[in-house]
C-alpha cells in the first residue's frame, strides 16, 4: 500500500489549501485516516483524523479553520486548511491505519512521504 500527498505549497497567511491523500495498492478497507504535520525542530503532531464512520477528531490548534473528509470508494483523504497562520508551516504527513489488505494477514499502518506547507508573506 502506498499513500500518496499532494496539495502543498506557498500560500499567505489567511489564504487556504487543499491537501489530497490517496492510499494505492490491493486495499479491502482503511479504518481511520488522518493528516500530521512536523515542523523544523518539533516533534510530528496530530492535525485531523476521520474514522471509516466519518467521526472526526482535531487538534485545538486547527478547529475551526480545518476540514477532514474521505471518500471511500477512492480512499482518498482530504484536509481543507482555510485561515493558514504562520505557525501552520510544516510538512503534513497523511496516515492510514487499520488497513486490510488482499491477501494480507491482520491489519498494517502506513505513512505518506509528506508533502511542504508554507505559510508566508
Known amino acids: 500500500v502506498q499513500l500518496q500527498a499532494s496539495g502543498g505549497g506557498l500560500v499567505q497567511p489567511g489564504g487556504s489549501l487543499r491537501l489530497s491523500c490517496v492510499a494505492s495498492?490491493?486495499?479491502?478497507?482503511?479504518?481511520?485516516m488522518g493528516w500530521y504535520r512536523q515542523a523544523p525542530g518539533k516533534q510530528r503532531e496530530l492535525v485531523a483524523s476521520?474514522?471509516?464512520?466519518?467521526?472526526?477528531n482535531y487538534a485545538d490548534s486547527v478547529k475551526g479553520r480545518f476540514t477532514i473528509s474521505r471518500d471511500n470508494a477512492k480512499n482518498t483523504v482530504y484536509l481543507q486548511m482555510n485561515s493558514l497562520k504562520p505557525e501552520d508551516t510544516a510538512v503534513y504527513y497523511c496516515?492510514?491505519?487499520?488497513?486490510?489488505?488482499?491477501?494480507?494477514?491482520?491489519?498494517?499502518?502506513?505513512w505518506g512521504r509528506g508533502t511542504l506547507v508554507t505559510v508566508s508573506s
Open positions: 496516515n492510514a491505519r487499520n488497513v486490510r489488505e488482499q491477501y494480507v494477514i491482520g491489519q498494517h499502518n502506513y
Open positions: 495498492g490491493s486495499i479491502v478497507s482503511i479504518g481511520t
Open positions: 476521520i474514522g471509516s464512520g466519518s467521526s472526526t
